[in-house]
């Protein structure tokens, strides 16, 4: 979120956008997502079905990965593990990646750490993607509560300033003036 607070005027600026917070693009929506216009509702549908066919594709690789274990002859016991490596890894992937699109992470050291986990349990962040764009475009409540914040913030302190400060006058008694 970008605040522009120089720009004199309620008005939009010579460049084109409006004076005060601007909205944060999210990924494949931009900023359609503030008025739900551009395509927001054809994005969303697209957003849906990239999302599930990537998740699809990534389960038949993973499918193909395990068969390629299965033709080594590494064992079951092996099989088994790599098979709850990535249902567990999934799992924590899907409920990471949907608590980030409502907050922000509270421990960004922490979740920099968990990055390789979500990288192996990459099919439940794609889930979890595709199950979000029913109800919204991934993350657009987060946002939208920031920049209604942002915005009635900025509206506050620009009411605030009303008048030119040097032009009023003082309530201070004035000193007789000494001869």
């Known amino acids: 979120m970008s605040e522009n607070s120089e720009a004199p005027g309620p008005g ?9 917070p601007q909205p944060e693009p999210l990924l494949f929506f931009g900023t359609t997502w503030v008025d739900h216009d551009g395509g927001y509702g054809l994005r969303r549908v697209g957003a849906a079905v990239g999302s599930l066919a990537a998740s699809v594709t990534a389960c038949f690789v993973l499918r193909f990965a395990f068969q390629g274990l299965e033709i080594a002859g590494v064992g079951n016991l092996v099989g088994i593990l ?3 490596m990535f249902v567990i890894c999934s799992a924590i992937a899907f409920r990471m990646t ?3 699109f409502s907050r922000r992470p509270a421990d960004p050291v922490r979740e920099a ?4 986990l979500k990288t192996i349990g990459f ?3 794609l889930i979890a993607y595709f199950l979000r764009t029913f109800k919204e475009a991934p993350g657009e409540q987060l946002r939208r509560a920031e920049y209604e914040t942002a915005l009635a913030r900025y509206t506050k302190r620009r009411s605030a300033r009303t008048g030119n400060p040097a032009a009023r006058k003082t309530t201070k008694a004035k000193r007789p003036k000494r001869k």
């Open 98 to 100: 949907w608590e980030g």
């Open 113 to 116: 750490n968990l990055r390789g």
């Open 82 to 84: 790599v098979v709850l």
């Open 123 to 125: 099919v439940g962040s």
């Open 12 to 20: 939009p600026t010579p460049g084109g956008t409006k004076p005060g």
